[in-house]
């Protein structure tokens, strides 16, 4: 049994805002919207746009997993977020590829 089903099953979750790993993807997303603020302007409704959207679907799929009737919704919705970070993270590489930022 893997790690995350593990966690689930010892302790049923339902309140998300005491979850580490949503709290981790609030402060991503507060970081990468103040990165993304220093991207070119012509990139606003391209690049910037979708690594925004991807880094608040991350926080948003942990919430709402962890509110879903069952083990097996949460743990779904958790890989759908794990998803959305490797956007992020492609989309950043992309961005360093165009010297939009060093980090």
């Known amino acids: 049994m893997n790690s995350v089903k593990k966690i689930i099953m010892k302790n049923k ?4 805002k005491k979850l580490d790993s949503w709290a981790k993807s609030i402060n991503f997303a507060t970081l990468i919207y103040k990165e ?3 991207f070119p302007k012509h990139e606003l409704f391209g690049l910037v746009n979708q690594i925004r959207r991807a880094v608040v679907s ?3 799929n ?3 997993g962890s509110n879903r009737g069952s083990n097996k919704e ?3 919705f958790l890989y759908i977020a794990l998803g959305s970070a490797s ?7 992309i961005a360093k ?3 939009y930022h060093n980090n």
Not at 13 to 16: A, H, L, R, V
């Open 13 to 16: 979750i339902s309140d998300y």
């Open 36 to 38: 993304t603020e220093s």
């Open 58 to 60: 991350i926080s948003s």
């Open 62 to 64: 942990i919430a709402e």
């Open 74 to 76: 949460f743990v779904r």
């Open 87 to 93: 956007e992020v993270d492609t989309q950043l590489i």
């Open 97 to 99: 590829e165009l010297n």
